[in-house]
């Protein structure tokens, strides 16, 4: 696992969209961070902020209507948001990398698979074309295409969704990045080919000894590839430790109902978290107090009023802004 070397380390970070119907508060002084060697995993429902949390990362929030309000974004010490595009621009694809869940919308439909890895092989390396082609089917090997010197002449639309997949890790591998942030990399994929991706990724995460910040709505994939786990909620992480801590001894009433909406301990890889009662709160409005609390089975008078800190629940690793969820009592 890690090698105690922080790779990437997020303080206080918030993002919001500005929007004719008001201001979405998307990522709301969320706070983390990656040693090398390291998968975080980073789960909670749909629209909680997960994406938004990864594009700010690499600084690709679609701006208007976002923006990173306030916050610091470290890579391996460098802040982020205080680099000019330009600068940005070589670290994405260089030191960080990031994967979305469906590659055709990253891969461009007009350019052969073989001239996309080549493209982000030069744009990282001093290599003339003839060498970058070579690196570039060596890549295509590495995450596993067959016959890659013939598959390198093809389109993206003349690949499976997980042959497609192989490509965009080749790509984001390409300059062998410290940080690769991998955002549902296997959702759009059938179960099988899920597992293979997930094999790959840490296969070469061992391999370049990489921080990996990995997104997902599958409990499945957590316990196969987290190492730590952060769980989000409207904006906000409410619950952060290893992957035993979170998954064995959740504190926080939510990861708990998500840990319970999981039919079984063991759930195989394809498991979806299932919805849990109540409606996803708002972001535009969210609720005062503790933002869990109209869905929560043990809020009290004082959940609705106050905002609850994260705090440690049981081990200097292990973080919650409530541990009513474990069976202790919230007292604040
Ligand atoms: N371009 C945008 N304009 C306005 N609001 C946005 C935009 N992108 C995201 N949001 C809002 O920000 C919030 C967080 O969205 P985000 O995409 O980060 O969620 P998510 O956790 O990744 O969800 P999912 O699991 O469905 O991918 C949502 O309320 C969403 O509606
Ligand atoms: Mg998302």
């Known amino acids: ?28 002084g969320v706070s983390f961070s990656i040693e090398r060697g390291v998968t975080l995993a980073l789960v909670g429902e749909s629209g909680c902020g997960k994406s938004a949390t990864a594009l700010s990362v690499m600084r690709l929030v679609p701006s208007p209507p976002g923006l990173i309000v306030r916050g610091s974004v470290k890579l391996d010490g460098r802040e982020l948001l205080s680099l000019s595009e330009a600068e940005m621009c070589s670290v994405r694809g260089g030191d960080a990398a990031m994967i979305f869940q469906e590659p055709m919308t990253s891969l461009n439909p007009v350019y052969t698979v073989g001239a996309q890895v080549v493209e982000a092989i030069m744009a990282h390396h001093a290599a003339d074309r003839r060498k970058a082609r070579e690196l570039a089917i060596e890549l295509l090997h590495k995450v596993g295409i067959p016959s890659p010197a013939q598959r390198a002449s093809d389109y993206p639309h003349q690949l499976s969704g997980g042959m497609r997949q192989r490509v965009m890790i080749a790509m984001a591998l390409a300059a062998r990045p410290k940080l690769l942030i991998a955002d549902e990399p296997t959702t759009a994929l059938d179960v099988t080919v899920q597992a293979q991706i997930l094999d790959l990724i840490s296969s070469l995460q061992e391999e370049l000894n990489m921080a990996v910040l990995l997104i997902t709505h599958d409990f499945g994939i957590v316990r196969q590839a987290a190492d730590r786990v952060a769980v989000m909620y409207a904006g906000q992480i409410v619950e952060q430790g290893s992957a035993g801590e979170v998954l064995n001894s959740p504190k926080h009433p939510y990861t708990r109902a998500l840990i319970d909406s999981v039919p079984v301990v063991d759930a195989p890889s394809g498991t979806r978290l299932v919805s849990i009662d109540g409606a996803a709160p708002n972001l535009l409005d969210p609720p005062a107090g503790c933002r869990f609390h109209p869905r929560c089975s043990r809020a009290s008078a004082r959940c609705r009023e106050f905002e609850p800190e994260l705090a440690a629940v049981g081990s200097d690793t292990h973080i919650a802004r409530c541990a009513a969820g474990g069976g202790l009592r919230y007292d604040c």
Do not use: N, Q
Not at 4 to 10: H, Q, S, T
Not at 18 to 24: E, K, L, M
């Open 1 to 28: 696992m890690g090698s105690g070397e922080c790779v990437l380390d997020v303080r206080d970070l918030a993002t919001y969209f500005f929007t004719p119907r008001g201001c979405v508060r998307a990522v709301d």
